[in-house]
């Protein structure tokens, strides 16, 4: 078992940045191979936006050059540094992990608004 807790969303101008925490604990932590960040704004669907695994990062588009992922394995923590947000980014995001037997595990979600 794996539970996953965010921290850090909250209110933010456009242009400002946030730094979303993510950290794991449980049983099974050690056998987390993926982790990452989703977001779901209103209306629709979950999408991906930055997964670290293996030391390889993948970004969605909408995010290239703004958001950077970063992961601590030793302390199972993973991060998520936005800048340059825009009220586009405006969503509930949540912390993703996977294990090396596939299950995923999904963290409660933090909101994260960007308005002026």
């Known amino acids: 078992q794996v539970q996953l807790v965010e921290s850090g969303g909250g209110l933010v101008q456009p242009g400002g940045s946030l730094r979303l925490s993510c950290a794991a604990s449980?049983?099974?932590?050690?056998?987390?191979?993926?982790m990452g960040w989703y977001r779901q704004a209103p209306g629709k669907q979950r999408e991906l936006v930055a997964l670290?695994?293996?030391?390889?990062?993948n970004y969605a588009d909408s995010v290239k050059e703004r958001f950077t992922i970063s992961r601590d394995s030793a302390k199972n923590n993973v991060y998520l540094q936005m800048n340059s947000l825009k009220p586009e980014d405006t969503a509930v995001y949540y912390c993703?992990?996977?294990?090396?037997?596939?299950?995923?595990?999904w963290g409660q979600g933090t909101q994260v608004t960007v308005s002026s």
């Open positions: 993703y992990a996977r294990t090396t037997y596939l299950r995923a595990y």
């Open positions: 449980g049983r099974s932590i050690f056998s987390i191979d993926d």
């Open positions: 670290t695994s293996g030391g390889v990062t």
